[in-house]
């Protein structure tokens, strides 16, 4: 009897469960201002791991650390070239091996000592030291030396055009060495900054709920102009429809758990403004040629596979039309981009020449995805529909993503979908993390793609500074890497972001996405 | 057919017959009444609200939520029924051996039920089929070892009984073999009472494997099963109401439906419930 009750229950709760939430959208009704003008309310989606700027390549993690610590050289606004930071200046040697910067004075660590040469040595040595992700981006660095109070110098091992921009990045944060009295086992204090901040930008995080919310307070001694917002919360609601709910009620100031489909209606809701801009993180699908199935390493069959997507219907399905189709790996706005470049185009007569042209039948491939993006799992049901089309099997693997992290690290997959953003203006960040066959895995290359003579291109593109001979050397390789079909090159999505109008002052650069310039934002 | 007869006697019950048979005739021939293939994606038919060409409206990918529904009758209720008769006809055997045969077998498996019936059904069902791995079969097969400690109690405790009694008693003393008793004598006495458990069980099943699809352990995409149509569906709720909306129904009415008609058996054969 109890047993009929709970599942006469169920059901009834699944009915309930929808009206309450229909109900709750119409009781929304006008916006009421909960959140005082010095307090900014982010609800993000899930909650952070670690924020050591040593340790993390996660723009989520970024938007914490960023604000809460400064670097040498700063992204000038929306734009991609980089100003004087902790820097007031530097001086680059006629050979580009020798970086001289001078910091700025008066500039205070959130424990009031002061930013001096030595915090900018300790920083880069103990990132070269923790040697994880971060650390992919100095390997040129031959030493770091603090000469006096307020001169360092780099000097590097090979000529490297992208490393006064790498060090605007989140990794180029100066860490306060204070901090290595926190280290334990000789972790150089990675356990303590995974869930605390020490550098002199105008923020600290005081406080970490997990699962909850985290909270930035202002840096009493930040020594630039004093932010307008006292307090930023980063609130963690998981689901969507709640995000929605909440924005619409102004408890929360800027929703990014907003998913494709609602932005449209979200828009036109009072009080709630989108910002739409295009941007520079692209979608692509990992071929695994390498280490997947052994049909993959014929160029045939990914070229069959890259003829068979519906390019047009997975951007209408997974971002509601806000994308274009690359052509090529690297995407429009970015210099060195092949603007002639070769795009496929859904053609599924000829994806089923092209594996008859390989002899391969009943290919039947594994296609990992996480959730961590929101439309993969529509992205993912669409591919397995246009492979399907072909004659291709695929079978979905949708995984947790720290699991699908190692398997992608490992090569135990097929196809994969992934997302890649630059950290810095320069097509190396595509052409070099992709295709060198010394970056396999989680580094860059997850497709597991060899091609001694695309590794020689982009390796001299890289080592050498004149824009104009780099150009010529990637669009040859890019030439190579789209004919070959290296990676499913899907699309280059807008940046969308829901927020209230009173929210003010938010500038979004493409090289530091879902980074918020808290210093210059304000609720009016 | 006097069973029938009776059951559609009382309107409450005679309605839900009459839906059960709609239910069984759309699960039968669902590939013939779907006006669109339930798995071909149309992007450029997303999101589409309920009209003329589709009755429900169609989903993320275009695809028509009518004919999603109806090729899901199949798999939630095909798959709760087949769960629940895997699981009643093991937990039988299983059960009546235990009562007849007693000793320390008995034991044994009474304690293993025990252990079984300890865990909560759903935390049980997630963990058997997270093991199994994420398929509609190993999410029956978690479902058919969740119920077999019901089934398998139900029936060592009429087989005690019945084991008492004088046939059973007789055929011993002339050496029949206890297989034989078991099958002849046994299970025969002990239908009636799993019958009806059976037919209470069902609705309690297609919620089951809904629950597990909604939480991705249950059918795998494109399979259109109404759990996991609700677990994407519910994240258009406030923009597209009728994606979740009618798979919603559409569980609630065939878990409705299941629950009176096994009510109305029960009534009908149970004695003790009779007025």
Same mark, same amino acid.
């Given at each position: 009897?109890?047993?009929?009750?709970?599942?006469?229950?169920?059901?009834?709760?699944?009915?309930?469960?929808?009206?309450?939430?229909?109900?709750?959208?119409?009781?929304?009704?006008?916006?009421?201002?909960?959140?005082?003008?010095?307090?900014?309310?982010?609800?993000?989606?899930?909650?952070?791991?670690?924020?050591?700027?040593?340790?993390?390549?996660?723009?989520?993690?970024?938007?914490?650390?960023?604000?809460?610590?400064?670097?040498?050289?700063?992204?000038?606004?929306?734009?991609?070239?980089?100003?004087?930071?902790?820097?007031?200046?530097?001086?680059?040697?006629?050979?580009?091996?020798?970086?001289?910067?001078?910091?700025?004075?008066?500039?205070?660590?959130?424990?009031?000592?002061?930013?001096?040469?030595?915090?900018?040595?300790?920083?880069?040595?103990?990132?070269?030291?923790?040697?994880?992700?971060?650390?992919?981006?100095?390997?040129?660095?031959?030493?770091?030396?603090?000469?006096?109070?307020?001169?360092?110098?780099?000097?590097?091992?090979?000529?490297?055009?992208?490393?006064?921009?790498?060090?605007?990045?989140?990794?180029?944060?100066?860490?306060?060495?204070?901090?290595?009295?926190?280290?334990?086992?000789?972790?150089?204090?990675?356990?303590?900054?995974?869930?605390?901040?020490?550098?002199?930008?105008?923020?600290?995080?005081?406080?970490?709920?997990?699962?909850?919310?985290?909270?930035?307070?202002?840096?009493?001694?930040?020594?630039?102009?004093?932010?307008?917002?006292?307090?930023?919360?980063?609130?963690?609601?998981?689901?969507?429809?709640?995000?929605?709910?909440?924005?619409?009620?102004?408890?929360?100031?800027?929703?990014?758990?907003?998913?494709?489909?609602?932005?449209?209606?979200?828009?036109?809701?009072?009080?709630?403004?989108?910002?739409?801009?295009?941007?520079?993180?692209?979608?692509?699908?990992?071929? #695994?040629?390498?280490?997947?199935?052994?049909?993959?390493?014929?160029?045939?069959?990914?070229? =069959?596979?890259?003829?068979?997507?519906?390019?047009?219907?997975?951007?209408?399905?997974?971002?509601?039309?806000?994308?274009?189709?690359?052509?090529?790996?690297?995407?429009?706005?970015?210099?060195?981009?092949?603007?002639?470049?070769?795009?496929?185009?859904?053609?599924?007569?000829?994806?089923?020449?092209?594996?008859?042209?390989?002899?391969?039948?009943?290919?039947?491939?594994?296609?990992?995805?996480?959730?961590?993006?929101?439309?993969?799992?529509?992205?993912?049901?669409?591919?397995?529909?246009?492979?399907?089309? =072909?004659?291709?099997?695929?079978?979905?693997?949708?995984?947790?993503?720290?699991?699908?992290?190692?398997?992608?690290?490992?090569?135990?997959?097929?196809?994969?979908?992934?997302?890649?953003?630059?950290?810095?203006?320069?097509?190396?960040?595509?052409?070099?993390? !992709?295709?060198?066959?010394?970056?396999?895995?989680?580094?860059?290359?997850?497709?597991?793609?060899? #091609?001694?003579?695309?590794?020689?291109?982009?390796?001299?593109?890289?080592?050498?500074?004149?824009?104009?001979?780099?150009?010529?050397?990637?669009?040859?390789?890019?030439?190579?890497?789209?004919?070959?079909?290296?990676?499913?090159?899907?699309?280059?999505?807008?940046?969308?972001?829901?927020?209230?109008?009173?929210?003010?002052?938010?500038?979004?650069?493409?090289?530091?996405?879902?980074?918020?310039?808290?210093?210059?934002?304000?609720?009016? | 057919m006097k069973a029938i007869r009776q059951l559609i006697r009382n309107p409450f019950t005679r309605g839900a017959f009459f839906s059960l048979c709609v239910i069984a005739f759309v699960g039968i021939f669902s590939p013939l009444l779907t006006?669109?293939?339930?798995?071909? =994606?149309?992007?450029?038919?997303?999101?589409?609200?309920?009209?003329?060409?589709?009755?429900?409206?169609?989903?993320?990918?275009?695809?028509?939520?009518?004919?999603?529904i109806i090729a899901g009758t199949r798999v939630s209720v095909g798959?709760a029924l087949f769960?629940i008769l895997?699981?009643?006809?093991?937990?039988?055997?299983?059960?009546?051996?235990?009562?007849?045969?007693?000793?320390?077998?008995?034991?044994?498996?009474?304690?293993?039920?025990?252990?079984?019936?300890?865990?909560?059904?759903?935390?049980?069902?997630?963990?058997?089929?997270?093991?199994?791995?994420?398929?509609?079969?190993?999410?029956?097969?978690?479902?058919?070892?969740?119920?077999?400690?019901?089934?398998?109690?139900?029936?060592?405790?009429?087989?005690?009984?019945?084991?008492?009694?004088?046939?059973?008693?007789?055929?011993?003393?002339?050496?029949?073999?206890?297989?034989?008793?078991?099958?002849?004598?046994?299970?025969?006495?002990?239908?009636?009472?799993?019958i009806?458990?059976t037919s209470l069980?069902i609705g309690?099943?297609i919620?089951?494997?809904?629950?597990?699809?909604?939480?991705?352990?249950?059918?795998?995409?494109?399979?259109?099963? !109404?759990? =996991?149509?609700?677990?994407?569906?519910?994240?258009?709720?406030?923009?597209?109401?009728?994606?979740?909306?009618?798979?919603?129904a559409a569980i609630f009415i065939a878990v409705i439906v299941f629950n009176i008609i096994g009510d109305g058996i029960?009534?009908l054969?149970?004695?003790?419930?009779?007025?």
């Amino acid at each position: 009897m109890t047993q009929r009750l709970r599942a006469r229950f169920s059901a009834v709760s699944v009915f309930a469960v929808v009206g309450a939430l229909a109900l709750g959208m119409i009781a929304s009704g006008p916006a009421n201002a909960a959140i005082s003008k010095t307090t900014l309310v982010v609800g993000m989606s899930a909650d952070l791991d670690y924020l050591d700027p040593a340790a993390t390549m996660d723009n989520a993690q970024w938007k914490i650390t960023y604000p809460c610590y400064q670097r040498l050289v700063e992204y000038n606004g929306a734009s991609t070239d980089v100003v004087p930071g902790l820097a007031s200046a530097w001086r680059i040697s006629r050979d580009h091996l020798t970086y001289t910067f001078t910091i700025k004075s008066g500039q205070k660590f959130s424990d009031g000592t002061a930013v001096t040469a030595k915090a900018v040595q300790y920083t880069f040595e103990r990132l070269l030291k923790v040697a994880k992700g971060p650390a992919d981006n100095f390997t040129a660095i031959a030493s770091v030396r603090a000469n006096g109070l307020k001169t360092v110098v780099f000097v590097l091992n090979q000529v490297s055009p992208q490393f006064l921009y790498t060090l605007a990045g989140n990794y180029g944060g100066i860490v306060n060495p204070a901090t290595a009295s926190k280290a334990v086992n000789g972790d150089s204090g990675q356990a303590y900054l995974a869930d605390h901040t020490a550098g002199s930008g105008a923020y600290v995080l005081t406080e970490w709920k997990k699962g909850q919310y985290l909270k930035l307070e202002q840096n009493k001694f930040y020594g630039g102009k004093k932010p307008v917002l006292e307090t930023v919360l980063f609130k963690i609601v998981g689901d969507a429809s709640s995000q929605r709910l909440q924005l619409g009620k102004g408890e929360i100031d800027i929703a990014e758990g907003i998913t494709s489909d609602q932005y449209a209606a979200v828009a036109k809701e009072d009080g709630n403004t989108v910002i739409n801009k295009p941007s520079l993180t692209v979608d692509i699908m990992y071929i #695994n040629s390498g280490k997947g199935n052994a049909a993959l390493k014929n160029t045939l069959v990914r070229q =069959a596979i890259s003829y068979a997507l519906d390019y047009q219907g997975i951007m209408a399905a997974t971002q509601a039309g806000n994308a274009t189709q690359m052509n090529g790996p690297i995407p429009d706005g970015m210099w060195g981009q092949d603007p002639k470049g070769f795009q496929y185009t859904t053609n599924v007569t000829k994806a089923k020449a092209l594996l008859a042209q390989a002899g391969v039948t009943n290919l039947s491939l594994d296609l990992l995805y996480s959730a961590r993006k929101s439309w993969w799992a529509s992205e993912a049901q669409l591919i397995q529909d246009n492979l399907a089309k =072909a004659g291709i099997t695929v079978n979905l693997k949708l995984t947790e993503y720290a699991t699908a992290r190692k398997m992608i690290d490992a090569g135990t997959f097929d196809l994969c979908l992934g997302t890649w953003s630059p950290d810095y203006a320069d097509p190396s960040m595509f052409m070099n993390f !992709w295709f060198d066959s010394g970056n396999f895995g989680l580094a860059g290359n997850r497709s597991f793609y060899s #091609n001694p003579a695309v590794d020689k291109l982009i390796r001299s593109a890289a080592s050498i500074t004149d824009q104009k001979k780099r150009t010529a050397l990637y669009i040859q390789a890019q030439k190579i890497v789209v004919e070959e079909a290296a990676y499913g090159y899907l699309y280059q999505m807008n940046y969308r972001l829901a927020l209230r109008t009173d929210v003010k002052g938010f500038v979004y650069n493409p090289m530091i996405e879902q980074i918020y310039n808290l210093e210059t934002m304000y609720k009016a | 057919m006097k069973a029938i007869r009776q059951l559609i006697r009382n309107p409450f019950t005679r309605g839900a017959f009459f839906s059960l048979c709609v239910i069984a005739f759309v699960g039968i021939f669902s590939p013939l009444l779907t006006p669109y293939s339930p798995t071909d =994606a149309k992007p450029e038919d997303r999101l589409l609200p309920p009209g003329h060409l589709h009755y429900f409206g169609t989903d993320e990918l275009g695809r028509d939520i009518f004919s999603r529904i109806i090729a899901g009758t199949r798999v939630s209720v095909g798959i709760a029924l087949f769960a629940i008769l895997l699981s009643a006809l093991v937990g039988t055997f299983i059960g009546s051996f235990s009562g007849f045969i007693g000793r320390w077998i008995d034991q044994v498996i009474m304690r293993s039920t025990d252990v079984l019936l300890a865990f909560p059904t759903l935390v049980l069902a997630l963990a058997l089929s997270a093991a199994l791995g994420p398929s509609i079969v190993n999410a029956a097969l978690a479902i058919a070892i969740v119920k077999l400690p019901i089934y398998t109690r139900l029936a060592r405790t009429q087989a005690l009984s019945v084991s008492h009694t004088l046939f059973v008693k007789a055929a011993k003393t002339f050496g029949v073999s206890s297989p034989w008793i078991v099958r002849r004598h046994i299970v025969p006495n002990l239908l009636t009472p799993i019958i009806v458990q059976t037919s209470l069980d069902i609705g309690d099943a297609i919620l089951l494997i809904a629950t597990l699809g909604f939480l991705g352990l249950g059918a795998q995409p494109p399979t259109p099963e !109404w759990g =996991a149509m609700i677990s994407t569906g519910w994240n258009y709720l406030l923009d597209q109401w009728w994606y979740p909306t009618f798979t919603g129904a559409a569980i609630f009415i065939a878990v409705i439906v299941f629950n009176i008609i096994g009510d109305g058996i029960r009534d009908l054969l149970d004695p003790k419930a009779g007025e």
